[in-house]
C-alpha cells in the first residue's frame, strides 16, 4: 500500500503540533492539514533496487543509527541559534511509531515549530517521495547539500500558510523528514517554508556527518 509511510508519518507529525497547542493569548494552534514530514512508500520495498522512479543517488552515505536513541541530537540548541533560529523548547520522542523524532518549538512560541523524523516504516529513502510525485500536490527538488538529494513534497501544499516537509536522502536507503510549521503569520520562518527546511536540512546534515569522523 503506497500511502502507508506517509498517512503514518503525518499522523505522528499531526501529534507533534498539537503538542504545542495552548489556550494562552499568542500561542499556535495545531493548523495540521496533511502536511506532516515523511516519505510515501511501501513499508515492504520488497527488494526494490534503489533508487528508482528517477531519485538520484546519494553520494556520501550517513549511518543515522548513532542519531536514533538521540534524535534531538541532530541540532544543537546553541548551533540553530547561531544560524538563526530562536528555540523555545526541545521535546523527544525516540519510541514514536513513526521512527525516533524530535520537535523543536521556536521562540516566541507563536511562530509555530520544526521536527525532524528518522522515518524507518521503509527502506526507500527518497526513492518513495519520486514514486508518488505524480499523485503529490507539492514535489519540488531541492539544491543537494553534500551530496544528499533533497525534495519539498506534500499531500496538499501549505507553503502560503507556512508549512513544508523535506525529504533529505541520508542513504539510497533512508531519508530524513523535516516539517516546517511556521504558524505565525509576521515570521521569518513563513514567508518560505520550504527555504527554512532546506536550511535546516544542511545543519542536519552537517551534524550527522561530523559524527561519523
Not at 1 to 17: E, N, P
Not at 117 to 131: H, M, N, T
Amino acid at each position: 500500500m503506497v500511502t502507508y509511510r506517509i498517512a503514518a508519518l503525518v499522523a505522528g507529525f499531526a501529534l507533534l503540533v498539537a503538542g504545542c497547542t495552548s489556550d494562552t493569548d499568542g500561542s499556535p494552534e495545531s493548523t495540521d492539514d496533511g502536511d506532516g514530514p515523511g516519505a510515501t512508500g511501501d513499508p515492504d520495498p520488497g527488494g526494490v533496487e534503489l533508487p528508482h522512479s528517477g531519485a538520484p543517488s546519494v553520494d556520501n552515505p550517513i549511518d543515522p543509527e548513532p542519531f536514533l536513541g538521540e534524535p534531538c541530537s541532530v541540532f544543537d540548541v546553541d548551533a540553530l541559534e547561531v544560524a538563526g533560529f530562536e528555540i523555545l523548547e526541545v521535546t523527544p520522542e525516540p519510541k514514536a511509531p513513526v521512527g525516533p523524532t524530535c520537535q523543536w518549538i521556536f521562540d516566541p512560541r507563536s511562530d509555530g515549530s520544526f521536527s525532524g523524523i528518522f522515518g524507518q516504516l521503509d527502506e526507500q529513502g527518497v526513492s518513495s517521495v519520486y514514486a508518488q510525485r505524480d499523485s503529490l500536490d507539492l514535489f519540488e527538488e531541492l539544491d543537494p547539500i553534500e551530496g544528499h538529494p533533497i525534495v519539498a513534497y506534500s499531500q496538499h501544499d501549505g507553503r502560503e500558510s507556512g508549512r513544508c516537509s523535506v525529504a533529505v536522502g541520508l542513504r539510497d536507503d533512508f531519508a530524513y523528514d523535516i516539517g516546517v510549521t511556521a504558524i505565525g503569520v509576521d515570521n521569518e520562518y513563513s514567508a518560505d517554508p520550504c527555504g527554512t527546511a532546506h536550511e535546516l536540512a544542511g545543519l542536519a546534515i552537517e551534524t550527522m556527518t561530523e559524527g561519523e569522523e
